[in-house]
């Protein structure tokens, strides 16, 4: 008896073919990639070929370009009703507009939206459904969902208020022992990151299939670990998953694994193809405004520094007289090629469009917070690692070894060019409250957004380029 799972994750509002970048011998390198009328069509014919497909969606699906952040997450219904989904899991990004927009929208969706781990705050009843089954031909399937554990701690507040998250060891271990008696397959579907799942699945027995998400893997061949089968399918719609299973006699006995780029050879589904474009021409200003150029390929593919954030940091710092200017290393946002930035491309890379803020920091601070930073990203203990990439800067070199211990990891730090004093006060810049959590009472707020900051600033600097070396480097 064969079964087929399809994931995808981490999509984040790209509805449309874009530009995606991939590592060649040469460095980075684009290639067309995405869009959901190319997957829901590949798995629509799929499910017409086989009764036995489920396809799920790892979560990150209602926030990351304007069309969604502007109609918080509602335009996506019409889509999604036409989409051959079987569940979802929220991201950390899908709590974006509040606890009762998120419960609205998942109160529309055909499919269930599962997870274990957040509860209403005063109640602590669940929020979402822990689990559900689903019956295929001679076999029956319990699908777990598992959301970010973090959002209260890593997001803006508003993001998780009225909300009560876990890490969810033990609330995977009660949806096990429910579902035990009821199911032949038990899958995890999850939006915790590829070190936290692997984490999860070596402390609790029974889980047969992690469909993981949140830290944009591109997962090539399954990790298996405590014979659980752990993958994941990269992000921005570029990526599906595909395991194919074999099951018989209450036990699966191989798993065949493909990670599927959704290049432009892949067909379209015509009704989401015309639903995708009626939302998007509604946003056809944006997306003829030319905001400026830029030289540079525009990416966040790497984990130190990215070109995308250095654009946005580079901005910030230019706009006041601040020693360094900082942003928070985010992952979400596709390839910008060179040439003409849109204002739709401004959105797309930041589409929080943060209000900016000044902070004075003393040198101690400053360094502590970035030590906190480099522990979120890189704790030995993965129920640590917070997810994201190292703190992205302007004015800033630093050096740092990633396998020393908390807070011994930055070897040197220097501030607008000099060595840091930690006594000194320094006056930085950054945006919305994401960033510099802890001083939120010390940051002032200076009334304008970061999409209008970067769009000066590229139209008055000309075209974007990145000619200095690397400024945070690992020893």
């Known amino acids: 008896m064969k079964f087929t799972l399809i994931q995808q994750n981490d999509t984040h509002g790209c509805l449309e073919q874009h530009q995606e970048l991939f590592w060649g011998p040469d460095g980075p390198n684009l290639k067309k990639a995405g869009g959901f009328s190319r997957i829901s069509h590949y798995v629509k014919n799929l499910k017409k070929e ?6 799920f969606d790892g979560g990150d699906l209602f926030h990351g370009t304007l069309p969604l952040v502007a109609t918080k997450g509602e335009a996506l219904l019409p889509i999604l009703e036409k989409m051959p989904l079987d569940g979802f899991v929220p991201g950390n ?45 001679g076999i029956t399937i319990g699908v777990i969902g598992l959301t970010y554990p973090y959002v209260d701690v890593t997001m803006p ?17 009660k949806a096990l022992e429910a579902l035990q008696e009821q ?37 090539h061949e399954p990790i298996i670990q405590n014979d659980t089968y752990i993958v994941q399918a990269g992000s921005s719609s570029s990526f599906l998953g595909r395991l194919d299973i074999d099951f018989e006699n209450g036990a699966i006995l191989d ?44 990416h966040r593919m790497t984990l130190e520094e990215a070109p995308m954030d250095k654009l946005i940091t580079d901005a910030y710092l230019s706009s006041f007289e601040c020693d360094a200017a900082f942003s928070h290393g985010w992952r979400y946002g596709h390839p910008i090629a060179p040439g003409s930035v849109t204002l739709y491309d401004l959105h797309t890379i930041i589409p929080t469009n943060p209000e900016l803020f000044t902070l004075e920091l003393t040198g101690q601070q400053l360094l502590d917070a ?36 908390k807070g011994h990891r930055i070897q040197t730090l220097q501030i607008a060019g000099s060595f840091i004093k930690l006594d000194k006060t320094y006056q930085v810049a950054g945006g919305g409250s994401q960033s510099f959590k802890n001083y939120e009472g010390k940051k002032n707020y200076q009334g304008v957004f970061a999409i209008d900051i970067i769009q000066s600033y590229i139209k008055e600097h000309g075209p974007y380029e990145i000619t200095t070396n690397a400024n945070v480097i690992s020893v």
């Open 50 to 55: 086989n009764e036995n497909v489920l396809f």
């Open 93 to 137: 990004w899908d709590y974006a507009y509040g606890k009762k927009q998120l419960q609205k929208l998942t109160e529309k969706l055909q499919f269930p939206a599962l997870a274990c781990n957040v509860m209403h705050d005063e109640t602590r009843d669940v929020f979402l459904s822990p689990y559900s089954i689903k019956k295929l031909n």
């Open 157 to 173: 507040p508003d993001f998780s208020a009225g909300l009560h998250f876990t890490k969810g060891v033990e609330e995977v271990s």
């Open 183 to 219: 199911v032949n397959v038990i899958v995890l579907l999850s939006h915790m990151g590829l070190p936290l799942d692997v984490k999860l699945v070596s402390l609790v027995d029974g889980i047969d299939i992690v469909l993981s998400g949140h830290s944009h893997d591109r997962v």
């Open 255 to 298: 798993i065949q694994y493909e990670l599927i780029v959704i290049d432009e050879h892949f067909e379209e589904d015509q009704e989401i193809k015309r639903l995708i474009e009626e939302l998007v021409f509604e946003y056809e200003k944006e997306r003829a405004s030319i905001a400026g150029e830029t030289k540079t390929l525009l």
């Open 370 to 405: 970035l030590e906190h930073n480099l522990e979120q990203v890189y704790s030995s203990e993965p129920f640590e690692q917070k997810g994201g990439y190292v703190l992205r800067s302007s004015g800033i070199n630093m050096t740092y070894k990633p396998y020393n211990p």
